[in-house]
């Protein structure tokens, strides 16, 4: 069975700076996608990024980027320019790209403070 | 387009009392879950779908029942509360092979 990894249950960041978040796994397919969802105070859980295992170059999308180490079963989120928005719990996650496997396997969360 | 939506939003039970959480989605989306979130222990899959009449067990599903009769639906049943049920609900669907969209969540809690 797969697992998700986030070793740092808290972090804190001023506003404006750069903090990257840690996640490990551990499976045994070679083919997989990776997923950051960010869950503010309001409860939803947003996706903030997405990437494909047999994809080499890390996925960006704006100030979020990721350094997705596949041999090392590393996918951690570099937030850039951090804003008070930013602030929120955020999960790293896991899902089989076999079989039409849609289950997402989610890592315990790490809370993410902001500091003006 | 409301997207996945859950009701109710917050719930409070007694103990051995049954209830539905409902899930509903405008997508057209095959596949549907449920996921519950405690604190420290991340989501964790109950049940899922990925299709009307087919439904299959995620990895804590005792004490759930899920049934998949339209495309839009996929209840939630709690047979016979208990207090380690009480916890944060999410229902999310997807198109096969893309991301998931997740639902605002319910909140439960059983005394």
């Known amino acids: 069975a797969q697992t998700v990894t986030q070793s740092q249950p808290e972090m804190s960041v001023q506003e404006a700076e750069t903090v990257t978040l840690s996640c490990t796994y551990d499976?045994?397919?070679?083919?997989?996608?990776l997923f950051w969802y960010k869950q503010p105070p309001s409860r939803q859980m947003i996706l903030v990024i997405r990437?494909?295992?047999?994809?080499?170059q890390n996925a960006t999308e704006n100030r979020f980027s990721v350094n997705f180490q596949k041999a090392a079963k590393s996918f951690s989120l570099k937030i850039s320019d951090s804003q008070l928005g930013d602030a929120a719990m955020y999960f790293c996650a896991y899902r089989s790209a076999m079989g039409g496997s849609e289950k997402l396997v989610f890592g315990k969360g790490m809370k993410l403070t902001v500091n003006p | 387009n409301a997207g996945v939506t859950q009701t109710p939003k917050f719930q409070v039970l007694k103990t051995g009392q049954s209830m539905t959480l409902q899930c509903a989605q405008d997508?057209?989306?095959?596949?549907m879950s449920w996921y519950r979130q405690d604190p420290g222990m991340g989501l964790r899959l109950i049940h899922y779908?990925?299709?009307?009449?087919?439904?299959d067990q995620g990895e804590v599903p005792n004490g759930y029942n899920v049934s998949r009769s339209t495309t839009e639906d996929f209840p939630l049943r709690l047979l016979s509360a208990a207090p380690s049920q009480t916890s944060v609900y999410f229902c999310?669907?997807?198109?096969?092979?893309?991301?998931?969209?997740f639902g605002d969540g319910t909140r439960l809690s059983i005394l």
């Open positions: 990437q494909e295992a047999y994809k080499q």
């Open positions: 997508m057209n989306h095959e596949y």
């Open positions: 999310a669907s997807s198109t096969i092979g893309r991301p998931q969209h």
């Open positions: 779908s990925v299709g009307a009449g087919i439904t």
């Open positions: 499976t045994s397919e070679s083919d997989y996608y």
